[in-house]
C-alpha cells in the first residue's frame, strides 16, 4: 500500500514562502506523474502543479511565476516551492502520485497567509 506524507505547510505573511514535500513509500514499482492540488474553504479543488517522471510541469495560471514543482526520483519525494504568498493561496494542499493505474493521496497540509 503507498502511502504519502506530507510536511511544510504553515502560516505565512504575504510575499513570504514555503516549501511543501511529499514523500511516498510502500511501492517497488515505478511513480508516474506527481502534483498537488489544494482546497480553499468553500471552493472547489484546484490542480495547482503537476509534474511528469520526465520532468515536464503544469501550473495553473494563478501560480505561475511563483510557484516551482520538482521531484527527486531517488526519494519518491515531490516539492512544492511556493514564492510570493497571497492570501488567496489559502487552502489546504493535497499531494498525489501515480503508480501503474491508482492515484495516491497525501493527508493535506494547511497553508494560511496572512499578516
Known amino acids: 500500500q503507498v502511502q504519502l506524507v506530507e510536511s511544510g505547510g504553515g502560516l505565512v505573511q504575504p510575499g513570504g514562502s514555503l516549501r511543501l514535500s511529499c514523500a511516498a513509500s510502500?511501492?517497488?514499482?515505478?511513480?508516474?506523474?506527481m502534483g498537488w492540488y489544494r482546497q480553499a474553504p468553500g471552493k472547489q479543488r484546484e490542480l495547482v502543479a503537476t509534474?511528469?517522471?520526465?520532468?515536464?510541469?503544469h501550473y495553473v495560471d494563478s501560480v505561475k511565476g511563483r510557484f516551482t514543482i520538482s521531484r527527486d526520483n531517488a526519494k519518491n519525494t515531490v516539492y512544492l516551492q511556493m514564492n510570493s504568498l497571497k492570501p488567496e493561496d489559502t487552502a489546504d494542499y493535497y499531494c498525489?502520485?501515480?503508480?501503474?493505474?491508482?492515484?495516491?493521496w497525501g493527508q493535506g497540509t494547511q497553508v494560511t497567509v496572512s499578516s
Open positions: 498525489f502520485v501515480g503508480v501503474e493505474d491508482t492515484t495516491y
Open positions: 510502500g511501492t517497488d514499482f515505478s511513480i508516474n506523474a
Open positions: 509534474i511528469t517522471t520526465g520532468g515536464s510541469t
